[in-house]
């Protein structure tokens, strides 16, 4: 089908290129643009004067160091803008923008984690911000019309940390570089020696996170649950790996309740009773300022035989409305070298500006570490991430997770490993395809 060029949206300035945002779908989505271009300054009296002020809605901004208020709070001295950053819990922040959405008042401008189709029909491009910042282009996906209306502000990857004073005590070595890797089997073995010689409570603990897992099963040569050409199916590794991964789930190696009931991982590791804890980058500046009775380190991952991450991050979005142009001229001012350097630094972000080396105030050797795991990845790391935009542009969600429920399931002996992959993806398919 031929495409047309899309329209601006109600408010959208019509004579500057990079204002161009995205084409309104329905009568009813186009009627919501307009309702929200009257509320998208978040509460400014006047968008266009020195006094204006821009809604920012966020998530963990205060864990991670404040970046964002500092930045938004330097950008007010140095324009005269002010740029209101709300943060907001993780769980709550879907369904504020949604409710925001649908009553008309969306904020300026919001960083999320993934698109929702209540409201990405009302978001400016940002093509041209793209472009002078130069992101790495793999952590970008356009929409249908060709524009970029989500940038990622940073970039998130699996990792693993150990509790290295356990190491030490047990005399088990860790790798120390990529010639030295284990694989899963033989990091578990590891493992079980730290536990014997130690006696600690547990080998390893998981996020119980569909994204987690996915970057196990690419570490044991599977695909996941990753749709390819725009398909979920099952490949010859993933039964296997998951029978791996319940195999794991003994009450001895790895405790049963994280996955199946929701205990706290990161609570767990910081006990000082657990080994090893597969996880991520977001937790190194956490680790660094409140694990305070053991030492800890971020290390390389196993492989088998596959070496990858997975990765995932924030996305800066920006309503269309009448604040648009003042919230587009902020994230541009974010993307400015200097500038994004020092949110990266500020906030402990893994950078995604092609190029961009950042001096971190503490675990400089952690961060090296996940920029050289996520070099050394298998492309499959990053497609998921884009999948997601793809699908969201296309109005397509899936209801819950249906991966790691299901895996739940089958970690609970509900269901039968064949049973879980068949139902994951007769799901996935129904709802993404």
């Given amino acids: 089908m031929t495409q047309q060029h899309p329209a601006p949206r109600p408010g959208a ?10 084409r309104a779908f329905t009568a009813g989505s186009t009627g919501l643009a307009a309702t929200a271009a009257l509320a998208a300054c978040g509460g400014g009296d006047d968008t266009g004067s020195e006094a204006a002020t821009l809604q920012f809605f966020l998530s963990g901004d205060t864990s991670q160091g404040g970046g964002f208020a500092a930045m938004a709070a330097k950008y007010g001295e140095e324009t005269g803008t002010r740029v209101e950053v709300v943060d907001i819990a993780y769980d709550d922040l879907t369904t504020r923008l949604r409710n925001a959405a649908r009553g008309g008042s969306l904020p300026a401008l919001a960083r ?47 990792g693993l940390f150990i509790n290295e004073t356990l190491f030490d005590q047990a005399g088990v070595t860790w790798p120390q570089d990529a010639s030295q890797l284990w694989t899963w089997p033989e990091f578990n073995d590891a493992l079980r020696q730290v536990q014997a010689a130690t006696g600690a409570r547990y080998g390893l603990v998981v996020d119980r996170s569909t994204h987690r897992l996915n970057a196990f099963l690419f570490q044991n040569g599977s695909n996941g649950f990753v749709a390819q050409d725009g398909v979920h199916s099952a490949d010859a590794q993933l039964v296997p790996a998951l029978e791996l991964f319940k195999s794991m789930n003994d009450d001895s190696l ?17 006990s000082g009773q657990v080994a090893a804890y597969y996880s991520g980058s977001w937790q190194v500046a956490d680790f660094a300022e409140n694990i305070t009775d053991f030492e800890w380190a971020s290390v390389l991952m196993p492989a088998s035989p596959v070496r990858s991450t997975n990765l995932g991050g924030g996305y800066v979005v920006v309503f269309a409305g009448d604040a648009q142009d003042a919230a587009h001229d902020f994230v541009s001012w974010l993307y400015e070298p200097e500038n994004y350097r020092e949110l990266s630094e500020t906030s402990g972000f893994l950078p995604v500006v092609e190029g961009m080396e950042i001096t971190y105030p503490t675990r400089q050797e952690a961060y090296d570490l996940y920029n050289a795991e996520i070099a050394a990845s298998d492309p499959i790391a990053a ?51």
Avoid: C, H, M
């Fill in 13 to 22: 300035a019509s004579t500057a290129p990079r204002r161009v945002t995205r």
């Fill in 383 to 433: 497609q998921s991430i884009r999948n997601g935009l793809k699908t969201s542009y296309e109005g397509k969600v899936t209801e819950g997770d249906p991966v790691r429920d299901n895996v739940v399931k089958y970690l609970n002996d509900e269901q039968s490993v064949q049973v879980t992959v068949d139902t994951i993806i007769e799901t996935l398919n129904e709802q993404l395809a």
């Fill in 254 to 270: 790895v405790p049963r309740s994280v996955w199946l009931s929701g205990d706290d991982p990161n609570a767990l590791f910081k």
């Fill in 112 to 158: 999320v984690t993934g698109l929702d189709p209540v409201w990405t029909p009302l978001l400016a491009d940002l093509t041209d911000v793209r472009e002078a910042a130069d992101i790495d282009p793999e952590l970008i996906q356009e929409d249908e019309d060709g524009l970029v209306t989500a940038l990622p502000t940073d970039l998130t990857a699996v």
